[in-house]
């Protein structure tokens, strides 16, 4: 919980709990209680006091109070991974019985930051102690409404019903949950149709209509803040010559991408960030498919003809990627580019794009935000790196650098000077063509008909399994 970043996700709300949880766009509250019951901030923005929960126990039969939360928040911090950085604006936790304070260098939105999806979950101290061999061995010890009973690696997590979670359980509520490993969506889609499973968590594009008609199942869109982009690689020849880049972008076709390869499950990406999140700068446009345009910048660029050769690694198993890639492909033939199709596992061509000695000139992404603020794609993808984690695009630029931190100092206070500053780096993001981006997705989810209670909040990737039945 301290350092996962990505599809673990899908235990991990159902595990652990943050202090906070974000509602759904247009609810009446933006917050739910989580673990903690009511919260304020000083006048000047400085400070947070959360008022904890009472009578809370940890999966491991360990007390939840403040001393428990101040120590999961700073471990996390220590550690230096995954989210770790939404806290890197706090100065000190003050815990004292079942009151916690958070106090900022900077006004923050630490209502926000507390309830994000990654980097914010509290867990027990005794687990704290045991450390990250022992989490990763399939342990866990949360407050959440699910135990994890068994973990079979890239296999399986079975989860089962916490018979003393402190928000009670009612009649048709599950008490086991499975979450299975299928990387392939056909075999997704065969378990579904069989019964044998009851959700797919992306169901591809192509397939929403196929599952609708299927007796017993449905697939649908939901608002989703995912948004899908190849990031260029700014460092690695030909791609580290600026107008090179630009001409790439030149060379996507967007309106048949989303439109047929998406299925029209999708909307034409318009900059770094989904329109649907609060800061996106709406004056910016996604670059034309022109490939006209495109020939003029390759030949502006400088770059010898020999050299127009570019190399592009994507998941392997989504149909989306594949089939973008290939159709970007067949486009840059036309103009003498040489496209190399480099599919794979992620984690393998995570770990090569992580390496410039490995990296691809070209890499899929699909983001979506750590917590409900446009400073995460920002951050996360594109601000200077020391070690590449997700700055798979190598990029480095002060300028940016320097908006996109002035903006998350000013977020807890001024957000409307705040969107300036993020609105300045996203023009220069698109200006040093650091990615395609090319779509703002539209989650699709596929299940049982007979499964209640599915809600679409696009503040998680997750399926809280606690707030559906059958």
Do not use: C
């Not at 903690?36 to 006048?43: F, I």
């Amino acid at each position: 919980p301290a350092s996962a970043f990505s599809l673990e996700v899908m235990m991990l709300v159902n595990v652990y709990e943050p202090l906070l949880w974000y509602n759904a766009p247009g609810s009446k509250e933006q917050f739910s209680p989580a673990l903690a019951t009511d919260w304020s901030v000083s006048e000047d923005g400085l400070s947070w006091t959360f008022n904890l929960r009472e009578n809370v126990k940890f999966h491991d039969g360990e007390p939840f109070n403040a001393a428990a939360a101040k120590t999961a928040l700073e471990r996390t911090m220590e550690l230096k991974k995954g989210a770790y950085y939404i806290w890197s604006s706090v100065e000190s936790i003050e815990a004292s019985g079942n009151t916690l304070v958070i106090k900022t260098k900077t006004p923050q939105p630490i209502d926000l930051i507390a309830s994000s999806q990654y980097g914010a979950y509290i867990y027990s101290p005794k687990a704290a102690a045991s450390g990250a061999d022992w989490f990763n061995q399939g342990n866990a010890a949360g407050t959440g409404p699910y135990t994890v009973r068994q973990w079979d690696k890239a296999q399986q997590v079975v989860l089962e019903k916490n018979a003393d979670y402190w928000g009670g359980w009612t009649e048709g509520q599950f008490d086991r949950v499975i979450l299975k490993v299928v990387t392939e969506n056909s075999t997704q889609l065969q378990m579904l149709k069989a019964g044998e499973a009851d959700f797919i968590s992306l169901v591809p594009a192509d397939m929403v209509d196929s599952v609708n008609q299927e007796k017993g199942l449905t697939a649908y869109a939901i608002p989703s803040w995912k948004n899908s982009q190849f990031l260029i690689n700014t460092k690695k020849a030909p791609t580290d010559n600026k107008k090179f880049r630009q001409a790439l972008t030149h060379i996507w076709d967007y309106d048949t991408v989303v439109n047929e390869i998406y299925a029209g499950y999708a909307d034409v990406g318009r900059g770094p960030i989904p329109a649907s999140m609060w800061g996106h700068d709406s004056s910016i446009q996604a670059p034309a498919f022109d490939l006209q345009m495109a020939k003029q910048l390759l030949e502006e660029s400088g770059v010898p003809k020999s050299e127009w050769k570019v190399s592009i690694a994507y998941i392997g198993t989504s149909e989306e990627y594949k089939n973008s890639a290939l159709l970007f492909q067949a486009n840059a033939a036309q103009l003498g580019v040489e496209v190399e199709l480099l599919p794979g596992e992620w984690g393998v061509i995570w770990a090569n794009a992580k390496n410039l000695d490995s990296a691809p000139n070209m890499q899929s992404m699909t983001w979506w935000p750590t917590y409900a603020t446009p400073n995460d794609w920002l951050v996360g993808l594109f601000r200077t790196e020391e070690k590449a984690l997700f700055n798979l695009s190598h990029y480095s630029n002060p300028e940016y650098d320097k908006n996109l931190n002035e903006g998350i100092e000013l977020e807890g206070s001024d957000r409307a000077k705040a969107i300036e500053n993020y609105a300045k780096a996203q023009q220069i993001l698109m200006d040093d063509a650091v990615a395609i981006f090319y779509a703002d997705i539209k989650q699709r989810v596929a299940r049982a008909e007979d499964i209640k209670g599915r809600e679409a909040n696009p503040a998680y990737a997750a399926v809280f399994f606690y707030r559906i039945s059958r």
